[in-house]
Structure formats: C-alpha cells, structure tokens
C-alpha cells in the first residue's frame, strides 16, 4: 500500500461548482497536511495547510483533516476557469530532533473548470 | 523577493553527457531539496539539504550529486545522464523551526536526455 493515495482524475467541473478532493494515506504519525496547487508548465505552490485533525477556511478553499479515516480533503466553493490546475496533497511527520523534513506527495488530481 | 530561481528552464542533453541543474533562494532557508516529477509518478525525492554542508539522500539519488557550500544555493549535477532521466525537476525550500512546513518551489528545469 503505498503512503499516500490520490485519485488523479481528471476531474471536469462546471464554473460554480463545489469540488471536492481527496486523499488518503496510511502512515499514522503524519501530522501536518499539505495542499499544493500545480498550473501547467509552473512549479506547484502552497495553498493551505493543517495540523492534525480539523478543518480549515480560506476563501473559497477549505482543508478537512480526518486522522481517524486517514484521510484528507479540500473543497473548492463557487469553482472558476482559474481554479484548473493539478491539486497536490502532501504531509509530514513531526520533526521531533530528528532530521525528517520529508514532505510525502499524492500524485496530483487533475481539475478543470468549464466556463 | 525572487523566491526560488532554477536555471536553467529547459536542457537537452546527449546521453553521457554531465551537467549541473542550479538553484538559488533569496529567503534564508535551511532546508533545500530536488524533486523529479513524471507523469504517473508524482513528486520524487532525490537529494535534500538542511544547512550548508550537510546533504542527504531522497528516494531516487542514483545517478545525482549535491553538495550545499552555501545558505542560497543548492546545485543538482548530473553525472552521465541517461533517458531515464529525462524528467522536469523542481527545487525546493522551507524554513526550518517554524510550524509551516509549506515549501517554496522553483519553476521547474525541462530536461529531455537523447
């Protein structure tokens, strides 16, 4: 089983709509959760991110974190042509003294939004 | 601030061929890092650094070295490249100590290896 699971779509969607993507992984002591956004030909940029369970608001954007499922989400309220983009999740361990900085990644879901 | 600059964006390269991938950040970050990214494969860790002088290995370093004599840079180099290397490779930092572990990335360096 690998560490984290993505489903890489793609996924279309309708200009308005409310998107939901997942991720689930398997190693417990991840603690930190990730979401990058990766428009075609550029680098992948943060969008949010969580600390352990919860959920977290920004904008159109909210982070849900279920670390009893092992499981992660972001939604996307009210979706725009500029929202298309392959969505990243990634997270990490606590760095307790030690030297594990290592983000682990999804491999991306590729998202479009129809005008 | 300019962020994470990798130059350069696209190389083509004979097989055999050495070359150095290069990476600078204007932020003071402690922790640099490359990835590679194939479709299908996701985001690979190849080498990452957590201060000058000190560099370890990812889950894909065979065939790359890196060495970390400054703060700002993180070079990438390509010993004898080979097709298999032919991917879009990202460099990446973050601050150390601080409770966002969100990273900066670069733009990505192309590299087709023929």
């Known amino acids: 089983q690998k560490e984290v699971e993505q489903d890489p779509g793609p996924l279309s969607v309708p200009e308005g709509a409310i998107v939901s993507l997942n991720c689930t992984y398997s190693?417990?002591?991840?603690?930190?959760f990730m979401w990058y956004r990766q428009y075609s030909r550029k680098g992948p940029e943060l969008l949010m991110y969580?600390?352990?369970?919860g959920n977290k608001e920004d904008g159109r954007f909210t982070a849900q974190v279920d670390k009893s499922s092992k499981y992660i989400s972001l939604f996307i309220r009210d979706s725009q042509p500029s929202d298309s983009a392959t969505y990243l999740c990634a997270m990490t361990n606590y760095p307790s003294g030690g030297s594990n900085y290592k983000l682990t990644f999804g491999k991306g879901t590729l998202l479009t939004v129809n005008p | 601030n300019a962020g994470v600059t990798q130059t350069p964006k696209f190389q083509v390269l004979k097989t055999g061929q050495s070359m150095t991938l290069q990476c600078a950040q204007d932020m003071n970050h402690e922790y640099m890092s490359w990835y590679r990214q194939d479709p299908g494969m996701g985001l690979r860790l190849i080498h990452y650094s957590v201060g000058a002088g000190i560099t370890d290995q990812g889950e894909v370093p065979n065939g790359y070295n890196v060495s970390r004599s400054t703060t700002e840079d993180f070079p990438l180099r390509l010993l004898s490249a080979a097709p298999s290397q032919t991917s879009v490779y990202f460099c990446?930092?973050?601050?150390?100590?601080?409770?966002?572990?969100?990273?900066?990335f670069g733009s990505g360096t192309r590299l087709t290896v023929v």
């Open positions: 190693n417990s002591a991840f603690q930190y």
């Open positions: 990446a930092s973050r601050t150390l100590g601080t409770t966002n572990y969100g990273y900066t």
């Open positions: 969580t600390y352990s369970s």
